[in-house]
């Protein structure tokens, strides 16, 4: 009997120590094993990028020595202006180092160094960076052509599974199915095509919608990793509504338990004492992931002879590390952070296990609900309580949602800021309290709940949606 086939299109893949590429990596790994041939597509690390070209040992496999994989060269042309642009962005860093700014991609500075741009400089300016987007996509889709009709080629694919961002994945996935018309394109949102920056500018909003809409449709079916992110292409796409509805199936980032059996438990990140240990991991969202409200409750706490500020610790990892202290040196505690820089993956569970609690920063507004970071699925596995900050002035995020339903710890939204920071200064002196008598913090998840964003179950329902589409 055939195997069935999938093509899987994705900029993040293994070994890539990236977030984005651990969904991707988790899915191919279960398909197999559920008896699927599969093969991938995906690109060669960006080597001015600390992330992609640091090898994350725990996403690997036997599953994926079984998976044919194709490295398509980033592009030349676009490598000779990045390479510039890095230095050109280092040499302003360095000009900068004694204001401790960090500049954003998109041109903003964060905490007290945000520079105020006129509506029509920034405008002009997310044009702009639009247009160096859309022609750096184009350069990763031609360069993937040849490489897909190998793919197709080899594999007759029965699934193609194009996995968005950047937007390159979605032309190539939608390039594929023009190849192999019989296939099955399922068009994979793990992230939003339109971002919250996207409204500001209305020409970009409405080209982003266009391009949206248009691979709505022509997907045949379209998956998403959250209820909001579903109920936002419902939003912006009304006369769509009712085909849809069915069309659009949520697939949840997940966890995978066996990236665990890399840690080594025996080398030791933290030493043990009878402080309490916070910890963050991943890059910063300039103006999303704020933390704020956590640096308000503990420099309360600390005025009030609540808690003994030399018993806090906050531990960073990554490469956003100016964008977070700058946001707790104007609360005066900055001196509380211990920066790791940017670790490998299997270094960041270990940390995350060490530490009492993992913080977590995401946001909910009207025009972005339902964001889901994939830390938030990665702290599940460490089994350590989650402190989860919610910017935005949406209440009730879907993220607060799972972390509660879950039991895994406790979210604080800006939407409700005057109770939410009451209850956060509860929170951290009661972990404090724990820590001090108990030498930890109690923890008792709802299991039932967590094994839902197993991967492996992931890939359980994936396949039977798969087969309902008889593909098969």
């Given at each position: ?189 793990r992230d939003s095509i339109i971002r919250l920056s996207d409204y500001e500018v209305p020409p970009i909003y409405g080209i982003k919608k266009r391009f949206e809409r248009k691979n709505l449709i022509k997907a045949d079916s379209v998956s998403v990793v959250s209820k ?66 956590l640096a308000e409750a503990i420099q309360e706490l600390t005025q009030e002879r609540s808690i003994d500020l030399d018993r806090i610790k906050i531990h960073y990892a990554g490469s956003s590390f100016s964008i977070f202290k700058s946001q707790l040196v ?143």
């Amino acid at each position: 009997m055939k195997k069935p086939s999938i093509l899987i299109i994705s900029y993040y893949f293994a070994p890539k120590n990236e977030v984005a590429a651990i969904r991707l990596t988790k899915l191919a790994k279960f398909l197999v094993r559920n008896g699927w041939k599969v093969s991938v597509l995906t690109f060669e690390g960006n080597p001015f990028n600390s992330y992609e070209n640091k090898k994350d040992e725990t996403l690997l496999s036997p599953e994926l020595e079984e998976i044919e994989i194709e490295y398509v060269n980033l592009p030349k042309l676009w490598l000779k202006v990045i390479s510039m642009k890095t230095m050109l962005k280092a040499r302003k860093i360095n000009r900068n180092s004694s204001e401790e700014t960090l500049e954003s991609p998109k041109g903003t500075k964060s905490g007290g160094s945000i520079k105020k741009k006129s509506a029509i400089k920034k405008q002009l300016f997310y044009m702009a960076y639009y247009a160096y987007d859309v022609f750096f996509n184009y350069l990763l889709t031609q360069g993937a052509r040849k490489h897909i009709d190998k793919l197709i080629y080899n594999n007759n694919p029965d699934v193609i599974f194009s996995s968005f961002g950047p937007i390159s994945s979605v032309n190539i996935g939608k390039y594929a199915k023009k190849q192999s018309k019989s296939s099955h394109w399922l068009l994979d949102l793990r992230d939003s095509i339109i971002r919250l920056s996207d409204y500001e500018v209305p020409p970009i909003y409405g080209i982003k919608k266009r391009f949206e809409r248009k691979n709505l449709i022509k997907a045949d079916s379209v998956s998403v990793v959250s209820k909001g992110m579903k109920e936002g292409i419902l939003d912006r796409h009304k006369d769509l509504k009712n085909e849809m509805i069915g069309k659009v199936q949520i697939f949840t980032n997940g966890y995978d338990l066996e990236d665990l059996n890399l840690v080594n438990d025996r080398e030791k990140i933290i030493e043990k004492d009878n402080n309490l240990h916070i910890c963050y991991v991943g890059r910063l969202y300039p103006d999303r992931s704020r933390v704020q409200m956590l640096a308000e409750a503990i420099q309360e706490l600390t005025q009030e002879r609540s808690i003994d500020l030399d018993r806090i610790k906050i531990h960073y990892a990554g490469s956003s590390f100016s964008i977070f202290k700058s946001q707790l040196v104007e609360y005066g505690i900055s001196d509380i952070l211990i920066n790791h820089g940017v670790i490998s993956r299997s270094q960041s569970l270990q940390l995350q296990k060490e530490c009492h609690l993992l913080l977590m920063l995401t946001w909910n507004d009207k025009h972005d609900k339902g964001i889901i970071t994939g830390k938030l699925l990665e702290y599940m596995m460490t089994k350590r309580p989650i402190l989860a900050l919610v910017s935005g002035d949406v209440k009730n995020s879907e993220a607060k949602s799972i972390i509660e339903s879950c039991r895994i710890g406790m979210a604080f939204e800006e939407a409700t800021y005057h109770d939410d920071i009451k209850s956060l200064k509860k929170f951290i002196v009661d972990s404090f309290n724990q820590v001090s008598t108990k030498g930890d913090i109690l923890y008792n998840p709802n299991e039932e709940e967590l094994e839902a964003f197993n991967y492996e179950k992931i890939t359980d329902r994936l396949t039977e949606h798969l087969i309902n589409k008889k593909l098969m």
